[in-house]
């Protein structure tokens, strides 16, 4: 996610869907040639650079306070690796995935500017052992025995055109990243760079693996209400609480109620007068079921497992083992 000067907090005048298709348009139009790819490619860059990166590094302050904890499936993926490995998290974030497992070295990598300074902060801090079977919060969390993530560290990246050697790393991660890229072709170069991070396998050795998560359209039960059939690019707003107001604690039931006192506390962080709160408006592509799988095979990868969990499709994939390579190569 890239820095930008702009702050973009109203809807563009089209909507993500009409905006998306424009874009699609202009790379397959009969004008053809590097100078029509070029042109292209700065359209979707410049709608991004307004409704993805602009908007992370305004509100990154705000967006990593409510990211803290890992994903379940995430870190367990992140402590089943070898001890000694070494792994991606492409678009890091605040980097809460980092010191998940202390027995790997990992990098993490964030086109925001911001993020990345918060991921180094983190980085730098004494934590507590993350992601344990208690689902413990992650990154910042100071306590006893902490101690900084020294096998950790970071830095500003494209993930479109990552700085990593290639075929170098035991794993990868991105989770919640690929949705942002406004064409399917760019969606697809970016699990591109992916696989060519990763190691290539052998007869007598499993290749690299990387773990993708994105949105899924089907969630139907989600408080979101998006499902089959609905449309696929959207603008998701994010309501920049700048002027929350305190308020009292509330006070127990005789029957120590918990139920209630949840309630009531979930009702004071919607506090506030929210016209007055900017909005930013984030592009998503909502995957349906089955994309991810298409995107990784037309990256040139092999789907290992896929599935769904907490309304995103999640793929775990690889390179093809490097005979085969070999052998389309001849």
Same mark, same amino acid.
């Given at each position: 996610?890239?820095?930008?000067?702009?702050?973009?907090?109203?809807?563009?005048?089209?909507?993500? &869907?009409?905006?998306?298709?424009? =874009?699609?348009?202009?790379?397959?139009? &009969? $004008?053809?040639?590097?100078?029509?790819?070029?042109?292209? $490619?700065?359209?979707?860059? !410049?709608?991004?650079? !307004?409704?993805?990166? #602009?908007?992370?590094?305004?509100?990154?302050?705000?967006? +990593?306070?409510?990211?803290?904890?890992?994903?379940?499936?995430?870190?367990?993926?992140?402590?089943?690796?070898?001890?000694?490995?070494?792994?991606?998290?492409?678009?890091? #974030?605040?980097?809460?995935?980092?010191?998940?497992?202390?027995?790997?070295?990992? *990098?993490? @990598?964030?086109?925001?500017?911001?993020?990345? +300074? =918060?991921?180094?902060?983190?980085?730098?801090?004494?934590? &507590?052992?993350?992601?344990?079977? !208690?689902?413990?919060?992650?990154?910042?969390?100071?306590?006893?025995? #902490?101690?900084? *993530?020294?096998?950790?560290?970071?830095?500003?990246?494209?993930?479109?055109?990552?700085?990593?050697?290639?075929?170098?790393?035991?794993?990868?991660?991105?989770?919640?990243?690929?949705?942002?890229?406004?064409?399917?072709?760019?969606?697809?170069?970016?699990?591109?760079?992916? =696989? %060519?991070?990763?190691?290539?396998?052998?007869?007598?050795?499993?290749?690299?693996?990387?773990?993708?998560?994105?949105?899924?359209?089907?969630?139907? &039960? @989600?408080? %979101?209400?998006?499902?089959?059939?609905?449309?696929?690019?959207?603008?998701?707003?994010?309501?920049?609480?700048?002027?929350?107001?305190?308020?009292?604690?509330?006070?127990?039931?005789?029957?120590?109620?918990?139920?209630?006192? *949840?309630?009531? %506390?979930?009702?004071?962080?919607?506090?506030?007068?929210?016209?007055?709160?900017?909005?930013?408006?984030?592009?998503?592509?909502?995957?349906?079921?089955? $994309?991810?799988? $298409?995107?990784?095979?037309?990256?040139?990868?092999?789907?290992?497992? +896929?599935?769904?969990?907490?309304?995103?499709?999640?793929?775990?994939?690889?390179?093809?083992?490097?005979?085969?390579?070999?052998?389309?190569?001849?």
């Amino acid at each position: 996610m890239a820095s930008s000067s702009a702050t973009p907090s109203a809807l563009p005048s089209l909507s993500a &869907t009409e905006a998306v298709a424009k =874009l699609a348009a202009a790379g397959t139009e &009969t $004008e053809t040639g590097p100078a029509a790819a070029a042109a292209a $490619e700065a359209q979707a860059e !410049a709608y991004e650079r !307004a409704h993805v990166h #602009g908007v992370y590094e305004a509100i990154a302050p705000h967006f +990593s306070a409510t990211r803290y904890k890992p994903w379940p499936a995430v870190g367990s993926f992140l402590r089943s690796q070898a001890p000694g490995a070494v792994g991606l998290d492409v678009g890091c #974030g605040n980097g809460k995935y980092l010191g998940v497992n202390p027995d790997v070295f990992m *990098v993490g @990598s964030d086109r925001s500017h911001s993020l990345i +300074s =918060l991921a180094r902060d983190r980085c730098m801090q004494p934590q &507590t052992r993350q992601g344990d079977a !208690a689902g413990a919060g992650t990154g910042g969390e100071a306590g006893r025995g #902490g101690r900084p *993530v020294v096998g950790a560290d970071v830095l500003v990246a494209d993930g479109l055109s990552l700085p990593f050697r290639e075929h170098a790393a035991d794993f990868v991660i991105c989770v919640a990243v690929i949705h942002h890229l406004s064409t399917r072709a760019r969606r697809q170069e970016a699990i591109r760079q992916l =696989l %060519r991070c990763v190691k290539l396998g052998e007869a007598d050795r499993t290749g690299g693996q990387v773990l993708v998560y994105v949105w899924a359209l089907e969630q139907g &039960t @989600s408080r %979101r209400g998006w499902d089959e059939g609905g449309e696929q690019d959207l603008l998701v707003p994010w309501v920049l609480k700048s002027q929350q107001k305190k308020q009292p604690k509330p006070q127990k039931s005789p029957r120590g109620d918990k139920a209630q006192a *949840v309630g009531d %506390r979930g009702s004071a962080t919607q506090s506030g007068d929210a016209g007055s709160d900017p909005v930013f408006q984030r592009y998503y592509h909502l995957y349906r079921k089955g $994309e991810l799988e $298409e995107d990784v095979l037309a990256a040139g990868g092999v789907v290992v497992s +896929s599935g769904y969990e907490r309304d995103n499709w999640w793929v775990m994939a690889t390179n093809k083992p490097i005979q085969q390579v070999q052998q389309q190569q001849q």
